[in-house]
């Protein structure tokens, strides 16, 4: 038996299978040729996203990366504008401007998600600081790759954070791979969090496709934050299910490799416990499946219904004041 | 009227635009041991201790701080110690910054003012003599100030603070003992707005920062030659005011640019480009650029001189445009 409470849970499964459902139709969307541009999915790395964000308020911020769609989800994104925004429609997040790589919705916190890897950690240092100087209660959370712990930024950051105390927790999704580059090539740690004594902040590392122990790491390392007591640096071992983009002809593993850990993945690992503690029967978890599947078809719908930008609109929006 | 030096008039136009808004603030390295290594920030720290912040040499982390509290609520002003240094943050400025309001659709605002002290001649040796400003007038997103006086710099300064788009503001370091006339009374100047700092009727010098200074020296000596030069101070490079600019060329016929910068695709290029198709049939003469030679910024002071333009070369350049004509 698990210690969370059955709402709990549900909510952590439903953001997972929200998720999931968008990035597979996105897949099959862009695969058909609807999509311009890259896309990169977040499958089978969902119970991180859903982890972090159920201790989470609306006013808390996020900052996010090129794999960005789950944590924007998760924070309560709305799907229709994502997937217009993914269309390159005017009714996207960013009105056609950004792409799937760029989505950001200052509603809800989601400051960014950001094309440059480990672009993030700087940022996430400044709106800590502002939290700070606005003495609210407020927290950040930058997600971040295997692969952007190697940026000189991630050490700025860091270092800048600890000083300071800043309310951040910079969560790392290793999911094992830097686009094609395998991270034992690269890392000179086994995992990110070992990094965190040389910032004397604590380091957790877990379980990133066990969705109650990402959940759990992150509302301690969020309520230590929302305390005042500084940040934390969370590593999620975690595994990227599909290539880096949709057409990545992935010839840096193997399909076996990949076959290994669908047999890990989140989702089903978490159905399978719910089923046990009785939290979930097959009529629920059906429904909450078909619900988000109407969600995504709702919103392809939306998107494609959706005009594009007009060609002008390509030249609104550089300043609040162009000084014209 | 009291005269200040650059330095005191960036400090109070600091002074007094945090007194009236507490989301302001400065970071940067090295701010509050001397008011700033300038001195471009004394008082501030007695006044404001807990809005002037000494950080770690991570320049990166600074201007992202800069950004992450400017998309959350605060107007940083963001201290980078020398404007070479600015290269080590191109991303945080260039793709971040600079993108962000347009890559999200302008849900966001950028109300962050990333100021540096630019400029050589005090042999300060090829890593804290440089000017990079056409650089960021080259890529989008961002208003550069580059101004030349006390009052110039008080007034610009004061409304970069209240403009909620980002604004890179480049004083020239040999500048901040340099006095000038500043009211006590408050006042701004908006940016992109030029200034004739002379007017005359037969060449005009379009220029900025330290190069205003050498310009009108040079106009001075022109004048006793009998030829009458019309400074324009523009100030603001992007967006610049090209009318400012159309209305002495048209007057004079005859264009010298001169800045400190390199030449070779220096902000001299873009605007002989612009006059030239805008005002061709205005031209009497081919424009004639002044900037510094293509090399990095030399050490020893002989060395230095040779690389960077001043009075002299606005002198020739003058008379190379009329004896073009």
């Not at chain 1, 859903?50 to 201790?55: D, E, N, T």
């Not at chain 1, 800048?160 to 034992?184: C, G, H």
């Not at chain 2, 605002?109 to 050589?120: E, N, S």
Request: proline residues 5%.
């Amino acid at each position: 038996m698990s210690d969370i409470d059955k709402s709990t849970a549900i909510k952590l499964y439903r953001t997972m299978v929200r998720i999931r459902v968008f990035e597979t139709v996105t897949e099959k969307l862009f695969l058909e040729g609807k999509l311009p541009g890259f896309v990169h999915l977040y499958i089978g790395e969902e119970a991180i996203a859903a982890g972090v964000s159920a201790s989470l308020r609306r006013d808390d911020y996020i900052l996010s990366t090129h794999r960005g769609h789950g944590h924007t989800l998760a924070k309560g994104g709305d799907m229709k504008k994502m997937m217009a925004e993914n269309y390159g429609k005017v009714t996207g997040y960013c009105k056609g401007k950004g792409g799937s790589m760029h989505i950001a919705d200052f509603s809800i916190g989601m400051l960014g998600a950001n094309g440059v890897v480990g672009g993030q950690f700087p940022i996430s240092v400044g709106a800590g600081l502002s939290i700070k100087m606005r003495k609210t209660d407020q927290v950040v959370v930058a997600y971040f790759g295997d692969g952007a712990a190697n940026r000189g930024t991630f050490h700025e950051a860091l270092n800048m954070a600890s000083i300071w105390k800043l309310p951040i927790i910079f969560v790392n999704e290793d999911n094992q791979y830097a686009s094609t580059t395998r991270k034992v090539r690269t890392l000179s740690v086994e995992h990110v969090a070992q990094r965190a004594c040389a910032y004397n902040v604590p380091g957790i590392r877990c379980d990133g496709n066990d969705v109650i122990a990402v959940y759990k790491a992150a509302k301690e390392a969020i309520e230590r934050a929302r305390r005042g007591e500084g940040p934390t640096l969370m590593s999620c071992q975690t595994y990227r299910l599909k290539g880096h983009f949709i057409g990545d002809p992935e010839k840096y593993r193997t399909h076996e490799e990949v076959e290994e850990f669908w047999k890990k993945e989140p989702i089903g690992r978490f159905e399978k416990i719910a089923f046990e503690n009785g939290w979930l029967t097959e009529d629920e978890k059906k429904a909450i499946w078909e619900e988000y599947q109407k969600e995504a078809e709702e919103a392809v719908k939306f998107a494609e219904e959706s005009p594009y930008p007009d060609p002008e609109e390509a030249l609104k929006d550089v300043f609040v004041n162009p000084l014209e | 009227m009291r005269e200040i030096t650059v330095a005191q008039a960036t400090a109070e136009a600091l002074m007094e635009e945090m007194s009236k808004d507490p989301t302001i603030f400065i970071i940067g390295e090295d701010l509050t041991a001397h008011g700033g290594i300038f001195g471009q920030f004394v008082g501030i720290p007695e006044k404001f201790p807990d809005r002037i912040l000494d950080t770690p040499i991570s320049e990166t982390a600074i201007v992202g701080a800069g950004v992450g509290a400017a998309l959350t609520g605060m107007r940083p002003l963001v201290d980078l110690h020398f404007a070479d240094f600015i290269t080590i943050t191109m991303d945080e400025i260039v793709s971040q910054a600079a993108t962000m309001r347009y890559m999200f659709g302008g849900q966001s605002k950028m109300p962050l003012v990333i100021w540096a002290p630019d400029g050589a001649g005090l042999s300060a040796g090829p890593h804290h003599s440089k000017s990079f400003e056409s650089w960021f007038m080259h890529a989008p997103g961002m208003k550069v100030v580059v101004p030349s006086t006390p009052y110039d710099v008080k007034g610009l300064l004061k409304s970069a603070l209240r403009d909620d788009d980002l604004v890179l503001f480049f004083q020239h370091k040999k500048l901040f003992k340099f006095k000038g006339p500043v009211p006590e009374e408050e006042y701004i100047i908006p940016l992109k707005k030029a200034d004739v700092k002379r007017e005359g009727s037969d060449v005009t010098v379009v220029t900025y920062s330290m190069m205003v200074h050498h310009t009108l020296s040079a106009a001075k000596r022109l004048e006793k030659e009998g030829i009458s030069v019309e400074v324009i101070d523009l100030r603001t490079i992007w967006p610049f005011d090209f009318d400012a600019v159309a209305e002495s060329v048209k007057k004079t016929g005859h264009v010298v640019i001169a800045h400190e910068s390199w030449k070779v695709g220096g902000v001299g290029a873009e605007l002989a480009s612009q006059i030239q198709e805008k005002l061709f049939d205005y031209l009497d003469a081919p424009i004639v650029r002044v900037g510094a030679e293509h090399v990095p910024i030399p050490f020893s002071p002989p060395l230095e001189k040779r690389v960077i333009p001043d009075d002299e070369d606005v002198y020739r350049a003058v008379k190379k445009v009329l004896e073009e004509a």
